[in-house]
């Protein structure tokens, strides 16, 4: 268990960090962010439009990164195709809910249907950005599935180990802070 001022830089800048890459450019005005950040520049010609292609490709790696990151942060990975508890390594700084007060980790039998997203989330981000892979038969990592996973993932953490502090993910997150 980190100590309550560890806690407190935890929830109001790195998982916040995580949620803001993991959400840019998505409609998320029905998640507990209830916003929606789909800003494009005016591309005056080629050299611009190029520049924003790479800024979005770039958005979209992050946002895989990101997600997987706030899965196995919420204790979630998939092992032999079925959800499996993601474990922290012995001797490991490795950070999990469950290191926070109110934190425990997702429930992956009373909550299977969610769980199911979670892990197979996690395999797609896996295998479409940390892990090259030949076959592009992974799990939708589509702006769609990502929203959705990631709907679960912040109400989860809101009604667990924010609210426990007393805070609001959604004022930790869309601040300039």
């Known amino acids: 268990m980190m100590d309550h001022e560890e806690q407190n830089e935890w929830l109001v800048k790195h998982i916040p960090h995580r949620v803001r890459a993991a959400t840019a450019r998505l409609p998320m005005e029905k998640s507990p962010l209830q916003v929606q950040a789909l800003i ?33 942060f919420v204790g979630v990975k998939q ?13 490991s700084n490795d950070v999990r809910i469950s290191d926070f007060d109110g934190g425990k980790l997702f429930d992956l039998h009373n909550n299977l249907e969610d769980a199911e997203c979670l892990a197979n989330m996690w395999k797609g981000c896996s295998q479409a950005s940390s892990h ?46």
């Open 40 to 72: 494009d520049p005016k591309c005056r010609d080629e050299k611009d439009k190029i520049y924003w292609r790479c800024a979005t490709d770039s958005i979209w790696e992050g946002r895989l990164a990101a997600t997987r990151w706030l899965i196995e």
């Open 79 to 91: 092992k032999n195709g079925q959800p499996s508890e993601c474990r922290k390594k012995t001797e």
């Open 132 to 177: 090259a892979t030949n076959a592009y038969n992974h799990p939708s990592t589509r702006d769609e599935a990502v929203r959705n996973v990631l709907i679960i993932i912040l109400n989860y953490l809101d009604e667990t180990i924010y609210e426990k502090a007393g805070k609001n993910l959604k004022d930790c997150v869309l601040t300039l802070d």
